[in-house]
């Protein structure tokens, strides 16, 4: 069989990366309101801080090696020795990148922490973090690389559900023994080992554990090659790093340790809904890479269109019924978090214009224009940096919000004129006129829709009446003035053709009729 041919399908990894996020987020939503109800807004605020220093570590320690990894496994068939060499050297690379890194970081949160920011009681905690990063979560992020090189969008979805409710578990859990930091720390590094195990035993399906030694020296053969393409996206992704973790380190700088712990639920908010992305990216750029690799370019053109179609469709969603409803939202989390209500608004546009960011990154890093990437990152940087300093002092954490959004918008306005280069039509082709028009009023619509309700009802009855309502109101203009599409239809077939076969005929045999048949 085709080495390709082996793999699962785009559509099926592309399905199951959309439940994977969805799932995840609900959890995730789940499990922060209940953290944030038994450990309360000053723990919340610790944790911010103790985690930022491997938020920042995450970031620089790579050199980008997994798209390398991936371009470089994606002509392997699966369980091929060749896949076990190559992987190994990533690691081990990976692996003595990090370890140099962390102890950088190490030593410039113990200054940080004993200075400017005066909380040294963080330090342990911090390091802790950071130990567990090199040894388990760094390892786990690896495997994954090896995951998405074969679209295996099925195994990923159940290794992060339980990773998700793991920690869940494991928080709740150590707040019966104490009320610290130390309890949401220890949590999160037995959810990544527990996770690691689980990944360890799904990727021998792609990947042998054991190969000859022959097989490794030849996979470090291949290792200048990886390095060589990441490299020239490694300044974008270190600004990437510095730019996600700004608002924390900024607040931290000119506000009290309550107004971080606000932050750090409104961005988590932000960043639940913004792994749709990072999920769905995972099955597109592998596929960006055979399409664009054959000579496809309608092909690259229809996937990339596709993907941040339905993303940003279903990104908005979320942005206007929880923005409309954002103090009801924040107050779920108790008392002291309502603070961050207005930045909410803000921040959950942050996936919207994400979406179309991350998959343009994808499709630019295919094409092989990796140095593009950093520069138009850094760009991004440079921007929210310069912002988030002045707007916070002027409006506080509203302002920190307003900076991080700016800063993707300006890299996304500059980015897509590139991308747009290497199209054979015009983005309109495949995303009609109608569809992107109707995004405007959906969210306005879904906005308003919770706000009244959010405000007209006592909570917490508001609050799901504003849900439910907005969410409505959303989807009612979306249908009604974009419609769907054919392949619309199709897709939804064959993600429900996965969940229940006998439910896909009879629900988009009622589905396809009307209005619902879509756009020509």
């Known amino acids: 069989m085709n080495p390709i041919q082996a793999r699962a399908s785009f559509r099926e990894g592309f399905g199951f990366a959309a439940i994977s996020a969805a799932v995840g987020g609900v959890i995730g939503i789940v499990s922060s309101i209940l953290i944030a109800r038994l450990y309360g807004i000053e723990v919340i605020g ?21 798209p390398g990894l991936i371009r470089a496994l994606n002509p392997l068939a699966p369980r091929s020795p060749e896949i076990t060499g190559i992987f190994a050297a990533v690691l081990a690379f990976s692996v003595a990148l990090t370890a140099v890194v962390s102890a950088v970081g190490a030593g410039i949160t113990y200054l940080l922490f004993n200075g400017p920011i005066d909380q040294p009681e963080l330090f342990g ?79 021998r399906r792609w990947m042998r554990l054991i190969v000859p030694a022959s097989e490794l020296r030849a996979g470090l053969r291949t290792l200048p090659e990886i390095l060589w393409f990441g490299l020239r ?18 607040l931290g700088l000119f506000s009290s340790v309550a107004t971080v712990g606000a932050w750090n639920i409104a961005w988590t908010l932000g960043k639940r809904t ?117 707007l916070t002092i002027a409006i506080g954490i509203t302002g920190t919000a307003a900076a991080v959004v700016l800063g993707f918008a300006v890299q996304l306005v500059a980015q897509f004129r590139y991308v747009a280069g290497h199209f054979e039509e015009t983005i309109f082709e495949y995303w009609p006129h109608r569809q992107i028009i109707a ?51 199709e897709l939804g077939r064959s993600i429900l053709r996965r969940i229940s076969p006998g439910l896909a ?5 009622l589905g396809g009729r009307g209005r619902l048949r879509g756009v020509g």
């Open 46 to 66: 610790q944790y911010a801080l103790a985690t930022a220093p491997m938020g920042i570590v995450w970031f620089f320690s790579t050199v980008r090696e997994r």
């Open 125 to 203: 905690p911090a390091v802790a973090c950071l130990g567990g990063y090199l040894v388990v979560i760094n390892t786990g992020w690896n495997l994954d690389g090896a995951f998405s090189a074969f679209r295996a969008g099925r195994q990923l979805f159940w290794i992060r559900l339980h990773q998700a409710v793991a920690f869940m578990v494991f928080a709740a859990a150590a707040n019966l023994i104490a009320d610290s930091v130390w309890c949401l720390i220890l949590a999160v590094l037995a959810a990544a080992l527990t996770s690691l195990i689980h990944r360890i035993i799904s990727v």
């Open 233 to 250: 996206v490694t300044p974008g992704s270190l600004a990437d790093g510095a730019s996600a973790e700004a608002g924390t380190w900024i």
């Open 274 to 390: 913004l792994d749709l992305n990072i999920r769905l990216a995972e099955m597109l750029f592998p596929t960006l890479v055979q399409r664009w690799a054959a000579d496809d370019r309608r092909g690259f053109q229809r996937a990339l269109t596709d993907s941040t179609r339905y993303a940003v469709t279903v990104m908005l969603l979320p942005a206007a019924v929880a923005g409309g409803a954002s103090d009801g939202v924040m107050g779920l989390f108790g008392p002291g978090f309502s603070r961050a209500s207005d930045a909410l608004v803000l921040l959950l546009f942050v996936p919207a214009l994400a979406t179309t960011m991350i998959f343009q990154t994808q499709a630019l890093l295919a094409v092989n224009r990796p140095t593009l990437t950093s520069v138009l990152s850094v760009v991004r940087l440079v921007v929210t940096l310069s912002a988030s300093v002045g």
């Open 439 to 489: 995004l405007v009023p959906a969210y306005l619509v879904g906005f308003a829709a919770a706000r009244l309700l959010d405000t007209a009802i006592a909570q917490p009855a508001g609050l799901l009446a504003a849900l439910l309502v907005g969410s409505a109101a959303y989807a009612t203009c979306v249908l009604l003035i974009g419609g769907v599409l054919p392949r619309d239809r």
């Open 505 to 509: 005929p009879k629900l988009f045999a």
